[in-house]
């Protein structure tokens, strides 16, 4: 739940205990938009202040060590990373780590926020994005000099996933006529709506994969015909031993969807290799996985490649007249 205006506008905290009263509603924590970088203005990773207890019940998927959970609960000044964050600058436990930021100043004056590393969490499934930089909201809102009691988000868990569009507009209509209007959705909504914003990304891959796939149509066919060029004789004397028009065919067939299938395996493994190694794309997806299907669906493309590049060639071998093709020199 976000202000209906914008992800920049911010929505009371006391908003809270209201959400809590709506029927459906089961628990609800709060989340503020830091926008901060770590040394260069390139370093940016999803960082939040958060509730610690609320924020974790809210986010099972969220794995941090009872001890390290305990330690963020009595540390004020201490925060809680993703791994990925965590691997990607070193940051180990007991660090300090200095974030500058120029919408949040602190009260000290500057710049410049400085947090302690208390925890490091993992993923309850290899799709959680373990990218956050979370710390404490209740230190957060004692230190800024501006935004008191604000914040920028509500995380809302609906006791029946069913009943979240009618959840989501009762919430929605107990704001409407306030000088905070909400706007409700599903997490799935959100990202789809941010993604919008920067062009139909849905189009954009479509055009690359297709400008792609047909270079290789291309590549793969010109090899494929080429290669039966050269053996017209040999295609005539399997016709002249008996071959049947339909096993010349298979056969070409089999042959492009083989040349297909070397380079498809291949993009494939290394793909996936590079995707297991670390996310190619260094946090612009926090979750950026190369899942079973996604692997299938390449390996059906790289069929219907090999089938499609070869068939012109294997129907002209298949019309071929054996007496005309023992001429070729």
């Known amino acids: 739940m976000r202000h209906s205006a914008s992800l920049t506008r911010v929505l009371p905290r006391v908003y809270q205990e209201k959400i809590l009263e709506v029927g459906g509603v ?3 924590t709060h989340s503020t938009f830091f926008v901060g970088v770590y040394k260069s203005p390139l370093n940016i990773f ?3 202040a958060v509730d610690p207890a609320g924020f974790l019940d809210m986010r099972r998927d969220f794995i941090l060590p009872p ?3 305990s330690a963020w609960l009595r540390t004020r000044t201490g925060v809680v990373v993703g791994r990925a964050t965590a691997e990607r600058f070193g940051f180990e436990i007991g660090d300090r780590i200095p974030i500058r930021s120029r919408v949040w100043l602190p009260k000290s004056g500057g710049e410049l926020w400085t947090f302690d590393l208390v925890g490091i969490y993992d993923g309850a499934q290899k799709e959680t994005d373990v990218s956050h930089f979370l710390f404490r909201y209740d230190y957060f809102d004692e230190m800024r000099m501006h935004g008191n009691g604000m914040v920028s988000a509500f995380l809302v868990r609906v006791a029946n996933p069913e009943d979240a569009p009618s959840v989501t507009t009762a919430i929605d209509r107990l ?7 909400t706007r409700s959705e599903s997490e799935a909504a959100l990202l789809r709506g941010l993604a919008s914003q920067v062009g139909d990304i849905g189009f954009i891959v479509i055009a690359i994969l297709a400008v792609v796939f047909f270079t290789m149509l291309l590549i ?7 290669s039966v060029r050269e053996r017209w004789r040999e295609f005539g004397v399997l016709k002249a031993i008996g071959f049947t028009n339909e096993q010349v065919l298979s056969l070409v067939l089999m042959e492009s969807c083989l040349i297909a299938a070397a380079g498809g395996t291949a993009g494939l493994f290394l793909g996936w290799l590079a995707v297991s190694a670390q996310n190619p794309l260094r946090g612009v997806l926090p979750a950026f ?3 079973a299907e996604a692997l299938a669906t ?3 493309f790289v069929l219907l490649l090999g089938i499609v590049s070869g068939l012109v060639p294997a129907i002209q071998a298949m019309r071929l007249n054996a007496v005309d093709a023992l001429k070729v020199e």
């Open 46 to 48: 999803p960082q939040f």
């Open 289 to 291: 996985v190369l899942s």
């Open 175 to 181: 704001f409407e006529n306030s000088p905070h209007p």
């Open 67 to 69: 001890e390290q959970k």
């Open 220 to 226: 793969v066919g010109n090899t494929v015909a080429e």
């Open 26 to 28: 089961s628990a609800v």
């Open 298 to 300: 390449g390996a059906a």
